[in-house]
């Protein structure tokens, strides 16, 4: 069974930073697009950022020019640097990622979700 496990998220204040970062473990073969979605009280999942396997990226366009998504292949992990955050940003943050298994079965896979959580 592929796990995402996220780690970064926290509290901050306007203008602050942070890095989130998702490692994917147990019997992988390759990994495809990896990303970010969140999710605020009362609204729907949206994309944040998304990298694919040769390094592509693609940004919401409330995100863009403040947060910079990044991946590290050889640790199957992917990473997100937020920068400049805005009381906006507050949500639980979503790792996602397309694996291929040890057993060649393709599948999506979401990790468990981090709070974020921008606030003076």
């Known amino acids: 069974q592929v796990q995402l496990v996220e780690s970064g998220g926290g509290l901050v204040q306007p203008g602050g930073s942070l890095r989130l970062s998702c490692a994917a473990s147990?019997?992988?073969?390759?990994?495809?697009?990896m990303g970010w979605y969140r999710q605020a009280p009362g609204k729907q999942r949206e994309l944040v950022a998304a990298?694919?396997?040769?390094?592509?990226?693609n940004y919401a366009d409330s995100v863009k020019g403040r947060f910079i998504i990044s991946r590290d292949n050889a640790k199957n992990t992917v990473y997100l640097q937020m920068n400049g955050l805005k009381p906006e940003d507050t949500a639980v943050y979503y790792c996602?990622?397309?694996?291929?298994?040890?057993?060649?079965?393709?599948?999506?896979?979401w990790g468990q979700g981090t709070q974020v959580t921008v606030s003076s």
């Open positions: 147990r019997s992988i073969f390759s990994i495809g697009n």
């Open positions: 996602n990622a397309e694996v291929v298994t040890a057993s060649m079965r393709w599948g999506d896979y």
């Open positions: 990298i694919t396997s040769g390094g592509s990226t």
